[in-house]
């Protein structure tokens, strides 16, 4: 399973970060997304990590602002958000995907939430202006 924390109200321009840990399976054989949902919107995949060989990926939406990291000892991967924007006020949720291949999780990564396996339970993050 994983589980989130962190997350809440924060204004423009702060900053905040998330957690996600994993427990149940094999932590190294898989990469761990992110992804957010805002009201009437469709879910974007917005950063990923594959731990064993620290691969990332980053939408443009949020590339330069947020960073993925992984703790391995800690079966926890962290999302920081700097310079937040109205914009990215969303429910954010993280999830697990059995690695496929380095082409493969450049591919879908972030594209294709339906391949993901677990997921969390969701944390809203709200940017006020």
């Known amino acids: 399973q994983l589980v989130q924390s962190g997350g809440g109200l924060v204004h423009v321009g702060g900053s905040l970060r998330l957690s996600c840990a994993a427990s149940g399976f094999a932590f190294e054989d898989y990469a761990i997304g992110w992804f957010r949902q805002a009201p009437g919107k ?6 990923c ?3 064993e060989d620290g691969s990332t990926l980053y939408a443009g939406s949020v590339k330069g602002r ?3 990291s992984s703790d391995n ?36 990564g972030l594209s294709h939430p339906e391949e993901y396996d677990y997921w969390g ?9």
């Open 42 to 47: 469709e879910r974007e995949g917005i950063s």
């Open 49 to 51: 990590i594959y731990s």
């Open 66 to 68: 947020f960073t993925i």
């Open 73 to 108: 000892a800690r079966n926890t991967v962290y999302l920081q958000m700097n310079s937040l924007k109205p914009e990215d006020t969303a429910v954010y949720y993280c999830a697990a995907l059995y690695y496929p291949g380095p082409s493969t999780f450049i591919e879908y």
């Open 121 to 129: 339970q969701g944390t809203q993050v709200t940017v006020s202006s």
